[in-house]
C-alpha cells in the first residue's frame, strides 16, 4: 500500500510593506519545496509589485495569493494600500 503524502497548509500574512513580501517569498519558496501549501495574504498593490509572476507559475500547485481588499477613503486610495508609495505622499504633504 503506498503511503499519502500529507501536506500541511500555511497563511502567511506579511506586514504590508515591499520590504517584508519579499523575505516571507524566499520562505514561502523553502517551504513548498517540503510539500507545504501556502497562501500569501496581502493587497493587490503589495502582490503585483512584490512577488515576480515566474515564481508563482513555478510553485503554482504549492502557492495562492489571496487578496486582501482594504476598503478606498479619500486618503487612502488603493495605490496606498503598500507603504511603497507613503513616503512620496508624507513628503509632499
Request: with cysteine; glycine share 2%.
Amino acid at each position: 500500500m503506498e503511503a499519502k503524502k500529507k501536506t500541511i497548509s500555511v497563511l502567511m500574512f506579511p506586514w504590508l510593506a515591499h520590504g517584508h513580501t519579499s523575505p516571507y517569498l524566499e520562505l514561502v519558496k523553502k517551504l513548498a519545496n517540503r510539500n507545504f501549501h501556502i497562501y500569501i495574504c496581502s493587497t493587490p498593490a503589495n502582490l503585483k509589485y512584490s512577488i515576480k509572476k515566474r515564481d508563482i507559475e513555478k510553485y503554482s500547485q504549492s502557492i495562492e495569493l489571496v487578496e486582501l481588499h482594504i476598503p478606498s477613503l479619500p486618503n487612502l486610495p488603493p495605490h496606498y494600500h503598500t507603504t511603497m508609495a507613503w513616503l512620496w505622499s508624507l513628503i509632499n504633504m
